[in-house]
């Protein structure tokens, strides 16, 4: 059996919603009984955060290379970064990793391929929606995205830290995503919202939302380690 290594704890309840994903997705499509071997390195969040501040990402980077190290050590066969933001350097991370690694934004690319989407809204924090990861990824395939007001960029990004990284969902900050999503649907016709942060899904349920797609990052990275899990 194949092992996936998780660098989780970016945040805790997003990592949670991956654990819990993970073993109900395997075990639909293997219905022996059997679990899915999986090893989570828990690591801190605040560092990251401060480093991405201060635009220190080599710091980032060797950071997560560590820690992968740690999965590797312990037996992994391939990794995850459970978490979209660290994404912004991920293929430095990848080139140094001692294990293969399953990318977010490439399998999200995949999946709004899949669906023939054109153009998507992305939503995360103010580093996933002002950097080109996300971008440099999709153009290739022929998708546009686009981005909030810079002060909707503002009020998302210190939501998610200040609230969603907590495990604090509140409905009105609910309603004030979806008011936004929908002012982009208006403005943009976008075809779909990119939730571009795993703790989005948990506030942002369901897969639809203002009459467009959600796509849920963490579900369809998920999917990904599944599939190699059982391949």
Not at 24 to 48: E, H
Request: aromatic share 6%; charged share 20%; glycine share 8%.
């Amino acid at each position: 059996m194949k092992t996936v290594g998780i660098i989780g704890g970016i945040g805790p309840d997003s990592t949670v919603d991956y654990y819990r994903s993970l073993i109900a997705g395997y075990r639909q499509l293997r219905q022996d009984g059997s679990y899915p071997s999986i090893i989570i390195n828990s690591i801190d969040v605040t560092k990251l955060l401060a480093w991405m501040g201060a635009n220190q990402l080599s710091e980032v980077t060797n950071y997560l290379v560590d820690e992968l190290q740690k999965l590797a050590r312990a037996g992994a066969d391939f990794g995850i970064i459970a978490a979209n933001t660290p994404h912004i350097v991920f293929e430095d991370v990848q080139q140094r990793s001692s294990i293969p690694l399953i990318s977010i934004v490439e399998a999200t690319c995949a999946e709004a391929e899949k669906r023939g989407i054109g153009k998507a809204a992305l939503i995360g924090t103010r580093f996933a929606m002002q950097a080109r990861f996300y971008p440099d990824v999709f153009s290739r395939k022929g998708i546009t995205l686009v981005v909030p007001r810079e002060d909707e960029q503002n009020y998302i990004h210190e939501k998610y830290l200040g609230e969603l990284l907590k495990g604090v969902f509140l409905p009105e900050t609910r309603e004030r995503l979806l008011e936004i999503i929908e002012g982009m649907k208006q403005q943009h016709q976008i075809e779909a919202a990119i939730l571009a942060g795993t703790e989005l899904p948990l506030i942002l349920h369901g897969d639809q939302a203002c009459g467009i797609p959600l796509l849920d990052t963490t579900q369809i990275h998920v999917q990904d380690v599944v599939a190699r899990l059982l391949s």
